[in-house]
Nanobody, 117 residues
Framework: QVQLVESGGGLVQHGGSLRLSCAASGLIFSSYFMGWYRQAPGKQRELVAGIGRGGSTNYRDSVRGRFTISRDNAKNTVYLQMNSLKLDDTAVYYC???????????WGQGTQVTVSS
């Protein structure tokens, strides 16, 4: 059974930092593309950052330079370091695992990030 468990969310002031973690189990982690998504109230879920099997990364424009995605295949964990947080970063953050060859994907349960002024 595949499980993705996010942690590290919380309440932070504008300009602060948080580090999210997503621990995966039940899959061959190193073979999956990992992504962090977020969904704010009343908005669609959007991709924030992704990291490929080889470590290549991509970011949405609004977080580039402030967020850093990384992975530790030995720990089956993907991270999202979020710096210089803004009010607009408030959302539930989800991690997702995709194996394009197998056509399989899995979601975590999400972790709330709230940025206060």
């Amino acid at each position: 059974q595949v499980q993705l468990v996010e942690s590290g969310g919380g309440l932070v002031q504008h300009g602060g930092s948080l580090r999210l973690s997503c621990a995966a189990s039940g899959l061959i982690f190193s073979s999956y593309f990992m992504g962090w998504y977020r969904q704010a109230p009343g908005k669609q879920r959007e991709l924030v950052a992704g990291i490929g099997r080889g470590g290549s990364t991509n970011y949405r424009d609004s977080v580039r330079g402030r967020f850093t995605i990384s992975r530790d295949n030995a720990k089956n964990t993907v991270y999202l370091q979020m710096n210089s947080l803004k009010l607009d970063d408030t959302a539930v953050y989800y991690c997702k695992a995709d194996h394009y060859g197998l056509g399989s994907s899995y979601w975590g349960q999400g972790t709330q990030v709230t940025v206060s002024s």
